[in-house]
Nanobody, 119 residues
Framework: QVQLVESGGGLVQPGGSLRLSCVVS????????MKWYRQAPGKERELVAT????????NYVDSVKGRFTISRDNAKKTVYLQMNNLKPEDTAVYYC????????????WGQGTQVTVSS
């Protein structure tokens, strides 16, 4: 059974930090590129960061460059999103997504974790 379970969300003040985790099971983690998306109320889901299957390449949306870092531990079947210098506009539900590296038709989603940045 495929599962992606996110954790680490919460309420944080502007300028603060959070670290999101996504633990997966039910598939071969190292065969999948991993992504973090977010969706704010009333907005479309947005791709935030991507990391390739062995962690050699990472990409970010411009709005988080220099503040967010995506990483993965294939032994622990976990992908992380370290978020620093958080801003109110980072408030959203964050989702992890697994995409098979040679066939994007095979992809899985977590249930999401809420991040709220507010004073």
């Amino acid at each position: 059974q495929v599962q992606l379970v996110e954790s680490g969300g919460g309420l944080v003040q502007p300028g603060g930090s959070l670290r999101l985790s996504c633990v997966v099971s039910g598939f071969t983690f190292s065969n999948y590129n991993m992504k973090w998306y977010r969706q704010a109320p009333g907005k479309e889901r947005e791709l935030v960061a991507t990391i390739t299957r062995f962690g050699l390449t990472a990409n970010y949306v411009d709005s988080v460059k220099g503040r967010f870092t995506i990483s993965r531990d294939n032994a622990k079947k976990t992908v992380y999103l370290q978020m620093n210098n958080l801003k109110p506009e980072d408030t959203a539900v964050y989702y992890c997504n697994a995409v098979l590296h040679y066939n994007t038709d095979y992809n899985y989603w977590g249930q999401g974790t809420q991040v709220t940045v507010s004073s």
